[in-house]
């Protein structure tokens, strides 16, 4: 079983980055398709991007040329660079493990804490 804790949230001006770390413990963190989602409070939590074990990737429009999802295996680790940040990006974002990198409705893993990012005016 794999474990994954957010990290690399804050605050940042529109038009800023921040690049968002899921860190994975267990055992066979390569083989598994890991997801970012976004969250906004009384909203349902929504897809933002996916990537497979051999780097293939999924993203939503919304966030299309803006984010880049990228991991490294041997460090366990998955990345969302988020670049020309807006304030309608805004959420939580949490990582988790979806069963392939186009399914964007459902997961296998249970959810974390997440990261919050705040983007002002």
């Known amino acids: 079983q794999v474990q994954l804790v957010e990290s690399g949230g804050g605050l940042v001006q529109a038009g800023g980055s921040l690049r968002l770390s899921c860190a994975a413990s267990g055992r066979n963190f390569r083989s598994h398709v890991i997801g970012w989602y976004r969250q906004v409070p009384g909203q349902v939590r929504k897809f933002v991007a996916a990537i497979s074990s051999e780097g293939t990737t999924n993203y939503d429009d919304s966030v299309k040329g803006r984010f880049t999802i990228s991991r490294d295996n041997a460090a366990k680790t998955v990345y969302l660079q988020m670049n020309n940040l807006r304030p309608e990006d805004t959420a939580v974002y949490l990582c988790?493990?979806?069963?392939?990198?186009?399914?964007?409705?459902?997961?296998?893993?249970?959810w974390g804490q997440g990261t919050q990012v705040t983007v002002s005016l």
């Open positions: 988790n493990r979806p069963p392939d990198v186009d399914t964007t409705t459902w997961v296998l893993g249970s």
